[in-house]
């Protein structure tokens, strides 16, 4: 039984072997280290399998070499996967594609040496199994080939130790390097100083040697692989990602460092422009980017010209920071679109501005038309309230010369015999013409363009006059009160404009009651506070209010009565423009006006006019 105990101690290792090869492509099968670590672990459990039927004691020599041909496709090819490893590791996976053609070939050659008894050879058959020499020629050179690849393996796990800043980077490699010395410096000493002095009985603790580097190189990646992205490895694929271009300057400003994004961007060479100038590169008129750098101030996208190796001059937005006493690093970004895209901004608000000027001063030519067709219109509403007024003044003005003429045929009958009688007709006939001429005085005035002139009125007796005016063109059936119930009256005003408020107020007020009604004018005097709400600032004010019995308005109408040609009225009775113009003249008055009205319930005007 104890002849097989290393027989049992080689299936136990490849158990392992390949146990642990499951677990490390388990734990993250996309991770290239991982795969590439399995590969090992595998080549170990092959060559473990082997060796069990090698060291059984009955078998045959032919046996042997065969078991030990199968065995030779795993120990052959550890040096070579485990320089493979290594360079994944450290992050030199682009000299892969160089070293794997090589390293395939030898092992090739190697392989085809030992199944032609050309590089394992004189067996010798003891009491635990056959025990081989290596060839003089063939052993020498594949003890160096192993041992180089190897060396050249932990050179770069140390080199990479060194140089990295991960730590857990540092911790897996320092794993890496003890557990792969430590199996080298161990299978020397069994594999080669034993056997070359004659010590074959010394039992091939070759198995237990591997598995610990193979236990070490499964653990690390294993443990620290949990965290598929570390912060270096995040590091690089960031950067290596990025869109925009990084270049990383040294303190003299030469360029150290260039991302993927610069070399394609900028059409540079990543090996051909490290350690060059900076300088050279970018067109600094006054150099004041630069030195705004070497002062270790904060550049942020400040536009530039970035002169590529191949001549072309491309624009760019440059950002620059320094690196803690390390140098500098700077994020370019391709500007060309956003030039050409300020060129067409700039061009088309150039053109717009021509579009504008011109378009303003059409709209200036067209606000003096209608400036001058607004004038010509408010006369001509003037004057079709005069017209609609004189049906009622002719009556009265028909009326007032019937009694001057009644009393002068009295006068000439009596022909002077009672002088108490003719002074009695006389003073008669000058009140009717004195009425008469107020009346046509106030016609004249109402109707003559003038120049609106400001002045400090008293509001109660303008009312009182054009109420006057109203009791004798307005229809009989109508019914003007006045209720000047206001303290103070006295506003800033020009009076005949106010007498056209009234009049325009009259005139539709006629319109909505054909059947006769009651025309009310009242005044009362308010006071305005803080009220953000209200469309008045805050003070007193007189407020004129005008009412009808007519037919009223509806919502809709109310909301539009004060625009310009808008009239409820049918075609041709009417312009649309007289409580446009009233609604003009309250504002030039500094006031406000507002309505309410329903169908069937008459009309309420309020007017507010700034007390003095």
């Given at each position: 039984?104890s002849a097989y105990i290393f027989s049992y101690i080689h299936f136990l290792s490849a158990i392992l072997f390949f ?276 002062k270790l101030e904060t550049v942020r996208n400040q536009q530039t010209n970035f002169k590529t190796p191949i001549g ?192 325009n107020m009259a005139i539709n007020a006629r319109d909505a009651m054909p059947k006769g009604g009651v025309f009310t ?92």
């Open positions: 039984m146990i642990l090869a499951l677990v490390t492509i388990y734990q993250n099968h996309r991770a290239l280290i991982n795969r590439v670590c399995c590969i090992i672990l595998i080549s170990f459990g092959i060559w473990s399998s082997g060796q069990i039927f090698v060291h059984m004691p009955e078998i045959s020599y032919a046996g042997a070499r065969l078991a030990e041909n199968i065995s030779a496709l795993g120990w052959i090819n550890f040096s070579g996967i485990f320089l493979i490893f290594c360079l994944v590791f450290t992050e030199k996976r682009r000299y892969i594609k160089f070293v794997i053609v090589p390293i395939m070939l030898i092992q090739s050659i190697f392989l085809f040496a030992q199944w032609n008894d050309l590089l394992h050879l004189n067996s010798t058959h003891i009491r635990y199994g056959w025990v081989g020499k290596m060839h003089e020629i063939t052993g020498v050179l594949f003890l160096l080939y192993y041992s180089t690849l190897v060396f050249i393996g932990l050179l770069l796990l140390y080199r990479y130790r060194a140089s990295t800043n991960d730590l857990m980077k540092k911790r897996q490699a320092t794993i890496f390097i003890i557990s792969a010395v430590t199996a080298l410096i161990l299978s020397t000493i069994t594999n080669v100083l034993l056997p070359r002095m004659n010590l074959h009985a010394f039992p091939p603790f070759g198995d237990v040697i591997t598995l610990f580097w193979a236990s070490g190189v499964a653990y690390a990646t294993v443990k620290y692989s949990f965290l598929s992205i570390t912060p270096t490895t995040a590091v690089d694929s960031i950067v290596e990602s990025m869109a925009d271009c990084l270049i990383l300057l040294s303190t003299d400003l030469k360029i150290a460092f260039i991302n993927r994004a610069t070399e394609e961007t900028l059409h540079l060479n990543k090996d051909d422009i490290q350690g060059k100038d900076f300088a050279t590169f970018i067109y600094d008129k006054n150099n004041t980017l630069l030195s705004k750098i070497v072309i001059t491309m624009p760019v937005n440059l950002s620059c920071a320094p690196i803690a006493g390390a140098g500098f690093a700077c994020i370019i970004r391709d500007a060309t679109s956003q030039v050409q895209y300020q060129e067409v901004l700039e061009s088309t608000v150039r053109q717009r501005t021509k579009d504008l000027q011109k378009s303003n001063e059409d709209l200036k030519n067209h606000i003096e038309e209608l400036n001058t067709t607004k004038a010509q219109l408010s006369q001509a509403q003037k004057l079709e309230s005069i017209g609609q007024l004189a049906g009622g003044v002719a009556h009265d003005f028909n009326n007032m010369l019937s009694v001057v003429s009644g009393f002068s045929q009295l006068i000439i009958k009596d022909n002077g015999k009672d002088k108490e009688k003719i002074n009695g007709y006389v003073e008669r006939i000058i009140e009717i013409t004195t009425r008469s001429s107020q009346l046509v005085s106030h016609l004249m005035d109402f109707a003559r363009k003038k120049k609106m002139e400001m002045s400090q009125i008293s509001f109660h007796p303008l009312v009182q006059k054009t109420s006057e005016i109203l009791s004798h063109t307005l229809s009989s059936s109508i019914s003007i009160i006045t209720k000047l119930n206001a303290e103070k009256d006295t506003i800033k005003g020009e009076p005949s404009q106010l007498q056209n408020v009234i009049l004018l009242c005044t009362q005097s308010v006071a305005v506070g803080d009220n953000r709400d209200s469309m008045l600032k805050k003070g007193e004010y007189l407020k004129f209010i005008i009412t009808d019995t007519g037919t009223g308005m509806d919502e809709e109408t109310c909301k539009r009565i004060f625009e310009p040609f808008f009239t409820t009225k049918d075609p041709g009775k009417g312009t649309g423009l007289g409580l446009s113009s009233v609604y003009g003249i309250i504002k030039q008055h500094n006031g406000y006006i507002d309505v309410k009205s329903e169908k069937g319930k008459g009309t309420e005007f309020y007017i507010y006019f700034p007390l003095l």
